[in-house]
């Protein structure tokens, strides 16, 4: 026989509501636990990871194009010029590596006297050598 009226210990009318399945939905206020903490600061340390990976491979790659354009720049310079390459900085260099052949000796002199930027060497160059390897 099947019985319609509460179960024990659950009164119609008020106590109804307070039931775990039929009360009403209310918004619970944010708790912080340890759990959360955990996940906040592991998600916090995988991005700094992300961000270093990412930083370190960048800083490789300027220091094997600082090497190579010093050698590229010991090739292509005269003497007065070529006992000055130590000075250049590596922005200077990251910036010379996208001039030709023909071009590099007539820009190296102004951006070694003058201390150009990296971007002020990239708008002097007319002629493009791509650099196809850069990540």
């Not at 491979?57 to 292509?76: G, P």
């Not at 000055?84 to 990251?94: A, D, K, R, S």
């Not at 071009?103 to 003058?114: C, D, F, G, V």
Request: charged share 25%; hydrophobic share 45%; with cysteine.
């Amino acid at each position: 026989m099947v019985s319609f009226l509460p179960r024990p210990g659950i009164r119609a009318g008020r106590d109804l509501h307070s039931h775990p399945l039929i009360r009403p939905h209310r918004p619970r206020r944010a708790r912080f636990n340890i759990q959360s903490v955990l996940i906040l600061t592991l998600a916090v340390a995988f991005l700094v990871t992300i961000f270093k990976i990412r930083l370190y491979s960048l800083k490789v790659q300027d220091r094997v194009i600082r090497l190579e354009e010093q050698l590229r720049l010991t090739r292509l310079l005269d003497e007065p010029l070529r006992s000055l390459i130590p000075e250049l900085t590596v922005g200077q260099l990251c910036g010379l590596r996208f001039a030709s052949e023909a071009e590099l000796p007539a820009l190296a002199a102004p951006a070694l006297n003058e201390k150009l930027s990296r971007a002020d060497i990239k708008k002097a160059i007319t002629t493009w050598r791509p650099d196809n390897w850069r990540v």
